[in-house]
């Protein structure tokens, strides 16, 4: 279909605040979450995933947290850096008769300033 | 070194010409995936593939076609009926077992 011009949500934060970045998915079959970055001009970044079977899973200044109960999938970024400003996506790998369809969420963009 | 490539950076097209971009990764990836890209918004599934000779289409299937008759290459079709083809294109693939999908640095194709 074609796009009806959305224009994505923004974040903006101070450099050493944490940022909280929110996403909704709409597959309850979703086995897998993830999150990607991507920066102007370039292909998006992996940042960390999480099963379904969790709900809360951390990496280096990042953790992501799951409630399957309301779909919601949130990124949390500690002392957040300007060299985080970029687009945030969320993904949702599908299961079942779908398995493996990677679909993106709408995107979060992250400004920080110094 | 290991990687997923698309080619070319920049393409412009005619109207009413087909169009193929290239994606090729060495990683040994069975997954493949492509995605269009309009100016600030988000990525839309057009096709992806689980698997040498196999595909299924995603959600803006349309106009776009694809094969994948070998494990290291998903290249991309843009037709004539895509009515609206001008974006940022970026193509993907995921190892098996994987969640995450690594990502080519994209081709922007325009219609003049």
């Known amino acids: 279909g074609e796009s009806v011009g959305l224009h994505l949500p923004t974040l903006s934060v101070q450099e050493g605040d944490n940022s909280i970045i929110n996403c909704a998915y709409s597959?309850?079959?979703?086995?897998?979450f993830i999150w990607y970055k991507q920066e102007s001009g370039k292909g998006p970044q992996f940042i960390i995933d999480?099963?379904?079977?969790?709900d809360k899973r951390q990496g280096q200044r990042v953790t992501v947290l799951l409630n399957k109960t309301v779909k919601h999938l949130s990124l949390q970024i500690a002392a957040t850096q300007p060299g985080d400003s970029a687009v945030y996506f969320c993904?949702?790998?599908?299961?079942?008769?779908?398995?493996?369809?990677?679909?993106f969420g709408q995107g979060t963009i992250l400004t920080v300033h110094p | 070194d290991g990687g997923i490539t698309q080619s070319p950076k920049y393409l412009f097209r005619k109207e009413g010409q087909n169009v193929t971009l290239s994606c090729e990764q060495n990683?040994?990836?069975?997954?493949m995936y492509w995605y269009r890209q309009d100016p600030g918004q988000g990525l839309r599934l057009i096709y992806y593939?689980?698997?040498?000779?196999?595909?299924q289409k995603g959600d803006i299937a349309e106009g776009y076609s694809v094969s994948r008759e070998k494990k290291e290459s998903f290249p991309l079709t843009v037709t004539s009926a895509q009515k609206n083809p001008t974006a940022f294109y970026l193509c993907?693939?995921?190892?098996?077992?994987?969640?995450?999908?690594?990502f080519g640095q994209g081709t922007r194709l325009t219609v003049v």
């Open positions: 593939s689980q698997i040498v000779n196999d595909f």
């Open positions: 993904a949702e790998r599908a299961g079942g008769t779908s398995y493996g369809k990677l679909t």
């Open positions: 993907a693939s995921r190892g098996t077992g994987r969640a995450e999908a690594f």
């Open positions: 990683l040994n990836h069975d997954a």
């Open positions: 597959n309850s079959a979703s086995d897998y």
């Open positions: 999480i099963r379904s079977n969790m």
